[in-house]
């Protein structure tokens, strides 16, 4: 008998983007929480003044406790991504270019950790790059193989 595992993945539609949260990633969820919201404002997706749901709502949409989107709430407001008013809420403010710089950053790793991950399979760099230029081109020309 073989055990199946499933993964659970929450998508909810904001700003005209999904928020996905993956309960079963080693990413904390305040953490994925913090990166979809940081990535819809870097690419644009939210812009400066938009408003975030409240915590309770996204909470709610989330199915998860008030306290984990409190604090990825904190979080994006100690990185400049976003601002809040009493009475008012939490609102998208135009981050400095640290903060766009680190989410950068962290992307990159994420990238390197896959070229690893092929070139663990004993793929040659001319491999690896055919690979990574054929995903460019779908994604740049909506070509795909």
């Not at 400066?48 to 996204?58: A, I």
């Not at 680190?102 to 690979?131: G, P, T």
């Not at 460019?136 to 909506?142: A, H, K, L």
């Amino acid at each position: 008998m073989t055990s199946q595992t499933y993964c659970t993945i929450i998508l909810i539609q904001y700003g005209g983007e999904n928020i996905k949260i993956d309960y079963h990633s080693n990413v904390p969820v305040y953490k994925q929480i913090v990166y979809e919201f940081e990535d819809m404002i870097i690419s644009g997706e939210l812009k400066v003044g938009d408003f975030l749901p409240s915590v309770r709502t996204l909470a709610l949409e989330l199915n998860v406790n008030p306290n984990t989107v409190a604090k990825a709430f904190l979080i994006l407001q100690s990185n400049g991504f976003i601002d809040s008013k009493a009475g008012v809420g939490n609102y998208v403010v135009k981050p400095p270019s640290s903060s766009v710089e680190k989410r950068l950053d962290e992307l990159r790793d994420e990238m390197k950790m896959l070229i690893l991950k092929l070139k663990s399979f004993n793929l040659s760099r001319e491999d690896v790059a055919e690979k990574i230029n054929k995903l460019i081109e779908e994604v740049y020309d909506g070509k795909s193989s």
